[in-house]
Each structure stands twice: as structure tokens, then as C-alpha cells.
């Protein structure tokens, strides 16, 4: 099998699609569990923890999260219900998923390991970041932009699951980072699409390498993501790194002047390195 182009591979995805000989990745029971149980409103607390504690991993993780800086009011907390009643419902939910993402970065072979690892790497360094820079978008949540920095590289999960058995890409570095960059996009946006996610995270995968986007008078979730994943790459050999960041609209819609590193401003660099700990 000989792929020519980038689209003669979206169509091999296409045709394995349809054929159900490739699955996309899909979120973990327990983080659909507790999406399912806020979705419908009344759900108590005691209720929700009572899902949660069924995971002993996840509960370990959230108790440890929630009494970061992050997160910590006056008091330790000890248990799930405590958590859930200190964050929310809502918060939780977000929660839940981006600890649980982790899970759908194990490769499901030794072959893939490397690629897997740093897939998950980048996206837990853009997340830090993008939960770091809502502080310049007050009208979004600080948790969902962190789960949408997770998201944004999704689409090359796939990728890397067909390649394997494609010699032309597995014996290739050069050709496998070409087609990872090129159609990741495209297959995210076919992920975003199959997930029953918020309708205002879905745009992240496919439209963050969109350089012109626009969201109109307000930043959103895709304005985060692709000012974190910009500044994530600086000093890299990174293709994007040739972006004229000056004229990119989501710059200037967060308030951010062109020149000013604002990896090294110590508030947001505190809060990157507090949000990466909770994460890797």
C-alpha cells in the first residue's frame, strides 16, 4: 500500500471507517458516567461521589488535585463528597476528564510508545498553558481550557494506530511527523464530531492550526488553545514556529503584545508549573 498524498490517507481513515475496522479513541466509562450524572441536573453530591469512589485511581487523583493550590480552601479534604461539594458539579465533570485523558495515551504497541509519550507530553505542556492564559479571557472557564488543551492533538491517535502497519510511515520519521502534522487536524475534527462534547470545545482539534481563525469580538477555547500551543513551541524547530504571531487574530484578542515572553511573566509561569504537576 502506496499513499501519494496527505488525502489519499484521509480516505484510507475513511474507508476503515466505514468498513468498522478502526475505532476512534473513546472517553473512559467513569468520565461519561459523571458526565451523564451532571448532565442531568439534580444530581446531589453524595450521589456523584458515590461514581466517582467506584474508580479508586481517579478518586487518589482528585483528592490529591483538590487540595493543591489550585484548588485548596481553608480546610484538607479527605474524601470524594467533600471534593464535589467544594468544586461543583460542573467542575468535577471537567475534572474527571482531563485526569481520566491519560488513559487513552497508552499505545497498543511497544512500537508506539515514543510517539504516544510525547503526544501526551505536548498536550499536558499547551494544556498548563492554556489554563494559565484564561486569566486574560475572564469570560472562560479555567478547567475547560485545560481539557481542551488535551484535546488538541486527539486526531493523531488514529493516525498512529493505521500507520503501524504502513512500512512507507513506520520506516520513515520524516514521512510519519508529515503526516501526523498535516492530517491531524482532519481527523480530530472527525473525533470532536463522534464525541458528545461541549459544543464550544469541539472547534479545538481540527481549527487551532487555523491561523486566520476568528471568533468573533470575544476569544474562546480555540484562541487559548492556539496561543498556548504557539508559545509552547518557541525556540523549537517547529514548522508553526514561522507563524507571525503579530497577526494572528487570537494575540491580539487576549491582549497579548507581540515580543513580551509570556512564559517568563512569574504568575503565569507559576500556574503552568502547578497545572503540568497535576497533570503528569
Known amino acids: 500500500m502506496k499513499f501519494t498524498s496527505i488525502q489519499d490517507f484521509l480516505d484510507y481513515v475513511q474507508s476503515e471507517l466505514d468498513a468498522n475496522r478502526l475505532i476512534f479513541p473513546t472517553l473512559p466509562d467513569i468520565a461519561v458516567k459523571v458526565k451523564n450524572a451532571v448532565a442531568c441536573n439534580d444530581i446531589s453530591s453524595k450521589e456523584l461521589a458515590e461514581i466517582i469512589v467506584t474508580d479508586a485511581s481517579l478518586s487518589a487523583q482528585i483528592i490529591r488535585v483538590v487540595n493543591t493550590p489550585m484548588y485548596r480552601g481553608a480546610s484538607e479534604i479527605n474524601n470524594i463528597q467533600m471534593a464535589v461539594s467544594r468544586l461543583g458539579n460542573n467542575t468535577i465533570r471537567t475534572l474527571v476528564t482531563s485526569l481520566v485523558m491519560k488513559q487513552m495515551f497508552r499505545p497498543s504497541s511497544k512500537l508506539l510508545e515514543d510517539h504516544f509519550r510525547k503526544i501526551w507530553k505536548q498536550s499536558v505542556d499547551v494544556s498548563s498553558i492554556s489554563r494559565a492564559f484564561c486569566a486574560f479571557a475572564p469570560h472562560l472557564n479555567s478547567d475547560e481550557a485545560m481539557l481542551a488543551g488535551l484535546i488538541y492533538q486527539i486526531g493523531k491517535l488514529p493516525i498512529l494506530i493505521l500507520a503501524?502497519?504502513?512500512?512507507?510511515?513506520?520506516?520513515?520519521?520524516?514521512?510519519?511527523?508529515?503526516?501526523?502534522?498535516?492530517a491531524h487536524p482532519i481527523v480530530g475534527k472527525m473525533i470532536m464530531d463522534s464525541w458528545d462534547f461541549p459544543e464550544n470545545l469541539k472547534p479545538v482539534a481540527s481549527e487551532y492550526v487555523n491561523f486566520k481563525y476568528d471568533s468573533g469580538l470575544k476569544s474562546d477555547y480555540v484562541d487559548i488553545v492556539q496561543v498556548a500551543f504557539l508559545q509552547s513551541i518557541v525556540?523549537?524547530?517547529?514548522?508553526?514556529?514561522?507563524?507571525?504571531?503579530?497577526?494572528?487574530?487570537?494575540?491580539?484578542k487576549l491582549g497579548f503584545v507581540d515580543g513580551i515572553e509570556l512564559l517568563e511573566i512569574k504568575s503565569i509561569s507559576d500556574e503552568i508549573e502547578i497545572a503540568r504537576s497535576m497533570l503528569s
Not at 164 to 182: A, D, H, Y
Request: overall charge negative.
Open 235 to 252: 525556540g523549537t524547530d517547529h514548522p508553526a514556529c514561522r507563524v507571525d504571531c503579530s497577526i494572528v487574530p487570537s494575540f491580539a
Open 164 to 182: 503501524e502497519k504502513i512500512p512507507q510511515f513506520m520506516g520513515s520519521p520524516t514521512q510519519m511527523e508529515k503526516l501526523l502534522e498535516k
